[in-house]
């Protein structure tokens, strides 16, 4: 019963689609813009949910993106890498989502391993690729 009711709530929460910046950005309209109008490269539908979107320390390793996300190191899935876009952060964006048995995890809900749990949405990188 628990399980189900986790689930809908998973099913609720997930519905709608908005994205926003990072917590640690300063609002500001223009860069408002610029999360709102990302897109995931494959589907062409927004990259995230209100605040899924952070700002990430990534290195290239034998040619492709790793990021670090809450201390586990997670390889870009080369198709959610947003080629070309010029990026007014200057710093490396992910927008990422928490999974479990298939759906997105509501905030707030405990994970037991994160590492198992990440999709990522879309990655762009600090500066445009061709």
């Known amino acids: 019963m628990r399980l189900q009711a986790f689930l809908c709530l998973g099913l609720l929460l ?8 990072p917590a640690d950005v300063t609002p500001d309209p223009a860069l408002q ?16 949910a209100v605040s899924d979107c952070r700002f990430v320390a990534f290195r290239v390793q034998d040619g492709r993106y790793e990021v670090e ?9 080369t198709e959610t890498i947003i080629e070309g876009l010029p990026n007014p952060t200057g710093r490396a964006v992910a927008c990422y989502t928490f999974i479990a048995f298939g759906l997105p995890v509501p905030s707030g809900v405990p994970r037991d391993k994160p590492q198992d749990t990440i999709e990522i949405l ?8 061709s």
């Open 14 to 21: 997930a519905g709608k689609s908005t994205a926003a910046p």
């Open 69 to 77: 996300i809450e201390a586990w190191r997670y390889v870009v899935p």
């Open 122 to 129: 879309c990655f762009v990188p600090p500066r445009p690729t």
């Open 33 to 48: 813009m610029w999360f709102k109008a990302l897109q995931q490269p494959l589907t062409k539908q927004l990259c995230c």
